[in-house]
Structure formats: C-alpha cells, structure tokens
C-alpha cells in the first residue's frame, strides 16, 4: 500500500493551500488540496511530511500535529495510507513562486466549501477532502480513521472509525456517523444490543500498547488449559517491541479478539511504536491513539465473537478458573470485541504466561463452538500496573462503566459480563 502525507499549514484563519493546475495526467488536477507527497523509503510520515512541505513551499515546520489517517480505495489509482497533518508554526515565509506541482496560495477556512451552502463554491475540493477537512478544522476532534473508497472520480462510500458515514436529509454525507459533527462524538448502539458491524477482516498483524510477546500458536488454540498453578516462572521475558519487567502485581490487562482494529490503525500503532525506540522515548500522539482504539472498541468493530452467550462464557470460567491460585482477580468485563481484566499477580507467576493460558485455551475452546479455525485473539495485549489508590479506584470504575460507556447497558448492573 502507498504511503503518502498532506499537511495543512495553519495560520490562524486560513490554510496554506496548493492549486493543482501544473500536470494534465494528475489525478488531483483542478482541485485545491494541502501540501504532501510520497513517503520516501525509510523514511516515516513525520519526516516525509516535513521534506515535503520545505520542497513545495519552502518552510520549515516547527510544531505540527499528526491528525489522522485516510485509507484511499479506488478502482483508478493505487490505493494508499495518506498521513494527515496539521502545522501551526513554521520558520520563514512561503515562496509563492515555487509552482512544481501548482500554484500556492492562502485559503481562509470560512471559504472553504465543506457543507453544502457554505464558503467559496469556485474553490474545487474531493468530496473526501471536505469530509476530513471538517474534522480537521474542529480542533477539539481527537486522531482519527477515515476509509474512503472512489469508483474514478466519485467518492462511493466513507467510513469514519470502523463506522458508515451518515447522510443528512438531502443527501449530503455529514462528517461523524449519527450526524455528530459538531460535537465530534459517535452515538452508541441501544442499550443491550450486542450489535456487530460488518467489516473486512482486518489482517493478521496486530498492535496493542504495552504488550507482551508470547508464541504464534497462543491465538490459535494450539495449547490445552494447563493445571491450576503450573504455569512457568519469568520475571522477564521479550516481546515484538520493547523489553517488558514483570514485578509489579497489581495489573490491569487487555485482549483483543484479532479483527478488533483496521490495519491502518495497527499499522499507525507500530509506525508510533519504531518512532519510540527509535528516537528513546514514547511518541506523545500514542495518547490520541489509544483514544482511538477506545472508540473502535466501544463501537463494536470487527466480528465480535464475544457476543455469543457461549464464547463468553467460555472466557468467562476461564477468568475464573486460577482465580485464587496464580492470581487474585479484582474485576472484568466482557464486551464484544475485548476482554478487560484486573488482576493481583501471586507470588513469582509470570503474567506473560498466564495470558498465554488463557488465550490459547480460550481460542481453541471458541474455535471449535464457532466451527472456525485460525487466529482468534490479536497477537499483542495492553497491560499497565496499578501505580496507585487512585489509580486503582478510576480503573475499577472504568471497568465497570465500560458496558455503558460502548451502549451495551444501560447501568453496569444491566450487564451479565461484567464484575
């Protein structure tokens, strides 16, 4: 898939904005769209965008903000990954003379026609385009996830975080599902309603935040439930990204089934991961991330094999199963798409390996009830420690609101799956 990035530089009022007239063959000609390019080999989407934009307008950006990620499906062009930037400071002014791809110029975002009736209609945009550039001009929007699929020129269907786009009463598409633009929220499903969207699976390779590093076989079933408190000791042990230290007790813990997140999203989730080793400390847009995924969450995404009565209840004696022997276990819940658990590690226990027990188990019980084979869980899991009592008792409360936060309950005591 191709690489690409678009950066709006901000000035307060007006993006900085390129008229694509120069190349006939260019896919993009006509149209006013924001400064990117291609992602070079080896480079990330921080770097191409930061190269690009000094080649096409001859700035040097000095604060920006990685926005989102726009999947492009077409049945003309390649399809592509482009990185969504917005610039705020800069160094210099911009050239105007440089044309390469188009002429530059400053557009004022009240000219911009994104909603129908609105702004300087000779100003010609993709339909796409006016779907991201809304996002992009509420500042209070978090990172987000935007699919959009194009038969030649015309944009056919959008996806905004796992979720169809709405359409209001003309026609014209709005900019979050449910007609939520202003306030850039998602409506959730009704209360009780375990309902599962349909999506392409999302891939084999996957990304949580603070993983753990077991083998390929766990997601597949490949390992019968062992005895009660036989599970091998490791304090430390590797994984795909860093180096993970199992002392501390208190944890609070999430597993995915494997379908529970698009590519794009992992994909993202890895790039934020390489730019923290590679640069020794952690990418501070993973927070956005982590926003993001919560959203994918709470929206049910994926093939949610959870909402079977039965695969939950296999999860749910599993959880129970070494309660009081490798571990003490505090609180979980059991949405659709995730696990969340909150448990005291016993004595030298490895954690690592008791989520080994209960994913291989889990996904070979499961597969065999569903009639399926192959992965179940993504490969990767969140775990972070309890630091505190605060911490504990806003984890515990998340936990529990966590059914009625994803529109599955309307109280936590509404909801089977949960303690």
């Known amino acids: 898939m191709k690489q690409t990035t678009l950066c709006y530089i901000d000035n307060g009022d007006s993006y900085l904005m390129l008229h694509r007239v120069k190349k006939e063959n260019d896919a993009s000609h006509g149209k006013w769209i924001g400064v990117g390019g291609k992602c070079e080999q080896d480079e990330s989407p921080d770097e191409c965008m930061l190269r690009e934009v000094r080649e096409e307008t001859g700035l040097e950006i000095t604060r920006w903000h990685y926005r989102g990620i726009v999947t492009f499906i077409s049945d003309t062009w390649p399809n592509e990954y482009m ?4 610039a705020t400071e800069w160094n210099g002014e911009p050239d105007m003379s440089i044309d390469d791809e188009g002429k530059l110029a400053w557009i004022k975002k009240s000219d911009l026609p994104v909603m129908p009736g609105v702004g300087d209609l000779a100003l010609t945009l993709w339909e796409g385009d006016k779907i991201f550039l809304r996002l992009l001009l509420d500042e209070r929007q978090p990172f987000f996830s935007l699919k959009l699929v194009y038969v030649q020129d015309e944009m056919t269907s959008a996806t905004l975080d796992g979720r169809p786009l709405g359409t209001t009463a003309d026609g014209t598409r709005t900019a979050c599902p449910r007609e939520d633009i202003e306030n850039g929220r998602q409506q959730q499903p009704q209360a009780g309603s375990l309902r599962t969207n349909e999506h392409p699976q999302a891939g084999s390779q996957q990304y949580g ?3 753990a590093c077991p083998r390929k076989d766990m997601e597949n ?48 989730c890895k790039l934020l991961t390489h730019n923290w080793e590679k ?3 952690e990418d501070p847009r993973a927070k ?22 039965r695969v939950a209840s296999i999860v749910k004696e599993n959880l129970l199963f070494h309660d009081g022997k490798l ?10 798409n995730h696990v969340h658990v909150l448990i005291e590690v016993l004595g030298d226990n ?31 899991y969140f775990d972070r420690y309890i630091r505190d009592q605060r911490h504990y008792e ?6 529990l609101n966590n059914p009625v936060k994803s529109g599955l309950a309307a109280t936590p005591s509404d909801w089977p799956w949960l303690q």
């Open 221 to 268: 079933g490949g390992q019968q439930q062992p005895q009660a408190g036989s599970l091998r000791t490791r304090e430390n042990h590797c994984r795909k990204y860093l180096p993970h230290i199992e002392k501390r007790k208190l944890q609070f813990i999430t597993y995915r089934l494997f379908d529970s997140l698009p590519k794009e999203v992992i994909d993202t």
């Open 327 to 336: 571990y003490n276990l505090h609180h979980w819940c059991i949405i659709p």
């Open 288 to 309: 956005n991330m982590m926003s993001l995924i919560d959203r994918y969450e709470d929206a049910s995404y994926g093939s949610c094999f959870l909402r079977n009565p």
């Open 83 to 86: 990185h969504l930037f917005t």
């Open 279 to 281: 640069n020794g400390y």
């Open 209 to 211: 935040t603070r993983t």
């Open 394 to 399: 806003t984890t515990v409360e998340y936990i």
């Open 350 to 380: 490895s954690l690592s390996e008791i989520l080994h027990s209960w994913r291989s188990y889990t996904a070979q019980r499961a597969n065999e009830l569903l009639g399926r084979s192959g992965q179940f869980w993504m490969h990767e």
